[in-house]
């Protein structure tokens, strides 16, 4: 279940030190969306890539969903980074699903992440993975609820939809049980 879209800041009343950059357009680029047209193209591009995929540089407002900065120290307890953190909830949700299919992909790297907040924070992560049937890298995306030391909520783990390559998950040098 995706969480509700909602404006945080509208443009020209959020607070400039604590809003990064890179989450919104500029204020005097074009063309110039009313609030209530941005809060509509978010929601749609919510739905479609179920949080997966939204592109911030369309947005000059501020929603409740945000690209996660790697670097940045506010989703993580020390000694973890939030990179560090990123790829514990990749890998364990690869593991999940591994196990649950089957399969044998190995992680690679975190790609992208976004999240909002809820009851903790919920993380939508694409990410890396090696497929042993042909040793490619494909992308996967999880969507894990995250709770600093009390939970982890793995939600979701899947090959990204419409990649223009096929996951297998096994090595060619598994023989089918027949």
Known sequence: MLGRVYLSY??????????????????????????????????????????????????????????VNFDCKEYSLAPETTRGLLERLSRNSLKNYNKEWFTEYEFLNVVKANSYMCSGIMF???????????????????RVRYYYDVTDDYILCR????????????????KSLA
């Open 124 to 142: 939508f992560i694409t990410f890396e993975v090696r497929d042993p049937y042909d040793n490619l890298a494909k992308l996967f995306q999880a």
């Open 10 to 67: 509208e443009v020209g009343s959020f607070p400039k030190n604590l809003i990064p950059p890179h989450i919104r357009r500029d204020e005097n680029k074009e063309p110039k969306y009313t609030t209530q047209q941005e809060c509509v193209m978010m929601r749609r591009q919510v739905r479609k890539s179920k949080g997966f995929d939204i592109d911030f540089t369309q947005f000059r407002s501020v929603f409740n969903y945000r690209p």
């Open 159 to 174: 090959p990204k939809p419409n990649q223009k390559v096929k996951c297998v998950g096994t090595s060619r040098k598994h």
